[in-house]
């Protein structure tokens, strides 16, 4: 079978960046103007908001340049994506909590710019980015008039920008080496992780889902590559070739490192808080060797509890009880849908140790989830949250 893409090609790609945004950052960096992009674009929004007019013109330029999907996005496919999300929300939360980020994590040069760029002991600030990102992009007509995905595009284009330059002008990143930090090679790497290999994890811990359905929300992660900058031709269009370079490329790049393991450690720290006291230490890193592959728990030195492991199998088994029975079943619904929600509601509370927390809710999600009874927060607190 011939690979998905050239693995030359795919090379090439670690050195490359987004010309586009880096020649914005350049331009802000060069006419120390950084403070005042970043505090006139924390309040720009949403999809349909005039682009601000004080805003520096290289700025205004590449807001205008990258304002579109691209034009083979159909919006039906958008739409199912919705609605696989509003039943399964919770559930994605769930896997790309507990997995998606240990994966992230697993790779040691997006490990080490992390490190660089955060620290090591701020996990909170990595999640909820990531967190902010996946619940705009799944809004509904997140990419039209009534979405805020879009800004979220082009700022989360911006930030890779300045982490690219301010790491490489620091001298702590080798380009020769390494490539270039937050390269087009590792965002193909994050798409896939945060798509098809989500769409594993949940499967691994028996939550249903449809083919139908993991095409669908892989079909927005590509649309949301594309608007990234990633070139098409190294993002595949079928799952089943996502699939393939997944496992061969990316799964295949996973090793251990200092970095990854001390972040690990962070991580699950942090989501240990979910659960008051001691007797439920250990079911996170339980949670986590259920959704990531165990060579892959073993380099990062999560836990191995073998009470909690089996006892985490068990649930296992009972979720996949659960959701056979779930469209006959009023509590079984309610047990995994309150699952999902304590996590991603527990994760929301905890983000900021106990500060309120900028991360919100699409209105409209909101809304669905709290008709059905599945909200993760309070409705005061997601509406606090709202964009203003």
């Not at 998905?4 to 050195?15: G, N, P, S, T």
Request: a negative charge; aromatic letters at 6%; proline letters at 6%.
């Amino acid at each position: 079978m011939a690979p998905v893409i050239d693995a030359a090609a795919f090379e090439a790609l670690k050195f490359q960046g987004d010309p586009l945004a880096d020649a914005v950052v350049a331009d802000l960096v060069a006419t120390n103007r950084v403070d005042l992009v970043n505090e006139v674009l924390e309040h720009f929004r949403a999809n349909d908001q005039p682009i601000p007019e004080q805003l520096p013109g290289p700025v205004r330029e590449f807001l205008v340049a990258t304002d579109a999907p691209p034009a083979w996005v159909e919006p039906d496919r958008i739409a199912r994506a919705y609605d696989f999300f509003v039943d399964d929300g919770m559930h994605v939360a769930s896997v790309l909590t507990f997995g998606a980020m240990i994966n992230c994590y697993a790779h040691a040069r997006g490990a080490r710019a992390l490190t660089l760029t955060h620290g090591l002991d701020q996990p909170q600030r990595r999640l909820s980015e990531t967190s902010q990102f996946v619940m705009n992009m799944m809004g509904r007509d997140a990419f039209g008039s009534g979405g805020s995905f879009v800004p979220t595009i082009q700022k989360t284009r911006l930030i890779h920008a300045a982490v690219r330059h301010f790491l490489i002008a620091s001298g702590r990143w080798d380009v020769e080496a390494d490539g270039v930090p937050v390269c087009r090679q590792d965002m193909v790497g994050a798409l896939l992780i945060f798509s098809v290999q989500v769409v594993e994890g949940m499967r691994r811990i028996g939550i249903s889902v449809t083919e139908q359905e993991a095409q669908d929300y892989y079909y927005v992660w590509r649309a949301a590559g594309a608007m990234l900058g990633i070139p098409a031709e190294a993002v595949p269009e079928s799952i089943e070739d996502a699939r393939e370079l997944s496992a061969t490329v990316v799964e295949a790049a996973y090793g251990p490192s200092p970095e990854g393991v001390v972040l690990t450690r962070h991580l699950l720290d942090l989501y240990e808080g979910l659960f008051p006291g001691k007797l439920f230490d250990g079911i996170v890193a339980a949670m986590v060797r259920q959704v990531v592959n165990p060579e892959v728990a073993d380099w990062m030195q999560v836990p191995d509890s073998r009470g909690w492991g089996r006892a985490v199998g068990v649930g296992t088994r009972l979720v996949r009880l659960l959701e056979r029975s779930e469209d006959s079943s009023a509590l079984a619904t309610t047990i995994l849908d309150r699952a999902g929600a304590l996590l991603l509601g527990g994760s929301v509370r905890n983000l900021t140790n106990g500060q309120s927390t900028t991360l919100s809710i699409p209105t409209d999600l909101r809304e669905r989830w709290e008709a059905a009874g599945r909200s993760p927060l309070p409705p005061e607190v997601g509406a606090a949250a709202e964009p203003r």
